[in-house]
DNA sequence: GGCCATTTGTTCGATTTTGTCCATTTGCTG
DNA sequence: CAGCAAATGGACAAAATCGAACAAATGGCC
């Protein structure tokens, strides 16, 4: 046999796929008579089309993946340390309190530890979509969604609605995150929006958490929030940097490193 | 075959879980030629999608996945029917209009049908934590949670923060779901925040259209929420009997029958 | 045939995944 | 509640896979 032509051996790797699934490389080496690295050109040429995704060792087909939003796939980053944070934060919530959660994949994970194991007669406030859903049929908890404009495919609750609610109510504690803590200004955001949220939930709360995991340490961004100093405490990870921690120290930051 | 691809395996894991509803990490490294250490991570992993629990020993499946909580089930009864009503309901929809979506299963058929072929310009106002949820990352929609406290297992916020939201906005058109139909009293509800909700959604748009299976028909329930005769058209599957379609549509009943 | 653009193959260091060992934690049992 | 076996997850080693860079081959075109 010769040489197929590109265009169709491409066309042979996506009816594969659709066929059985998934492929791995050398697989499909074997099968068309080319090398793995032609293979893997092909792979990733057919995956900015669109036609399957490149996993390591080949690729499954685009139906059979195991579905992931953008913001989904952001709860893969750091997951040590933010499941390390989440569960530091969970320790400080006593029975019957109320609690609001920020959206934000490290809340995220706090969500997640209290529908496995909910302290006692605990209400949790939110503006995460992805929380609200996981927590909606959680017997012993009590749930609250505030209400607003859904955020573009970031899966949380902005606008004035989501305002005009923390306006209303206090609750004992507010776990929030963040994108971008600047170690002078503190804590930042991207966009005025989820800026005045947070800024709002700090409000409603008498205690005031902020939980982040230490690659979000020094990088700035556009909408200043709060000074660090100015939370309950600050709930980070162990690779913060020693320098970075001292200075924090020294504004008089509560921070804790787990 | 030699080694299974690593998303192929974790697909596998996960399609045994909703298969069996919980499995053993040994099980499942001999079943897939892995050390257990590789098994433990993609646990993790999945847990993290909210794929699977993990559990000392192994892991469950999601109840949510599996179980098939009621409102979940909902969704695979009378599905052709459910189908049919949300395509008629979507066609009335004109470009640039803002709704409001009941908390339902034919509702969330009706969010999917937008998800996939949104008109321009539209507004979803929603109560629905599921409909939320898919339709959050869609990027031509403009969507709007309402806020409230989360019904247990039901995906719906209800209560008085729900209740504010639908007191201060104006939508062209509402559809909303139903569990009960009594042929004389008109939509039933089976408790009274939801009743609630369902009469301040009426209120809240200048058209409202009931969307309801014909197997809802002739069931009473708890709380009375309003005549059929005040929707603008109730939509409902050419199944209905042809007598009962005569009784409603003596009541003065806008009916359409898909 | 000769030339050029494109595609394919090869090598090798970097990256990712997987396996093994071991200290620690967990849940069961007496 | 102490003791124990099983399970867990960290750390590191081993293996597989990837991709950049460059060399070789191919195909079209004159």
Same mark, same amino acid.
């Given at each position: 046999?010769?040489?197929?032509? &590109?265009? /169709? ?19 499909? &080496? ?5 090398? /793995? ?10 995956e900015c089309s ?26 893969? /980053? ?10 530091? &934060? ?15 994949? =490290? ?18 406030? =939110? ?8 927590? *909606?049929?959680?017997?012993?908890? =009590? ?12 899966? *949380? ?5 989501? /305002? ?6 206090? &609750? ?60 309950? *405490?600050?709930? =980070? ?5 020693a320098d970075r ?14």
């Amino acid at each position: 046999m010769i040489q197929l032509l &590109a265009e /169709e051996r491409r066309h042979r790797i996506v009816d594969f796929l659709q066929q059985r699934g998934s492929a791995q490389v050398p697989e499909l &080496a074997g099968m068309l008579r080319v090398s /793995e690295m032609t293979i893997r050109r092909d792979l990733r040429q057919l995956e900015c089309s669109g036609l399957l995704r490149r996993t390591h060792g080949g690729a499954v087909a685009n139906d059979r993946l195991l579905a992931e939003t953008p913001y989904r796939a952001k709860r893969h /980053e750091h997951v040590r340390q933010k499941q390390a944070i989440a569960r530091a &934060a969970v320790d400080l919530i006593k029975p019957g309190e109320s609690i609001i959660l920020d959206a934000g994949s =490290t809340t995220y994970f706090i969500a997640m530890l209290l529908r496995n194991r909910p302290p006692d007669g605990l209400t949790v406030v =939110t503006n995460d979509i992805c929380i609200l859903n996981e927590l *909606s049929d959680c017997p012993l908890l =009590t749930v609250i969604g505030t209400g607003g404009t859904v955020q573009q495919g970031v899966y *949380s609750m902005v606008g004035s609605h989501a /305002e005009n609610f923390f306006r209303t109510i206090r &609750a004992d504690r507010a776990f929030v995150g963040a994108h971008a803590v600047d170690m002078e200004i503190g804590l930042m955001s991207p966009n005025p929006e989820k800026a005045s949220i947070k800024a709002l939930v700090c409000a409603a709360a008498n205690n005031t958490h902020l939980v982040v995991d230490s690659s979000k340490f020094g990088i700035g961004s556009l909408v200043e929030v709060r000074r660090l100093n100015q939370f309950t *405490s600050v709930i =980070t990870d162990n690779d913060l940097a020693a320098d970075r921690k001292e200075a924090l120290e020294r504004q008089g930051v509560r921070l804790v490193c787990v």
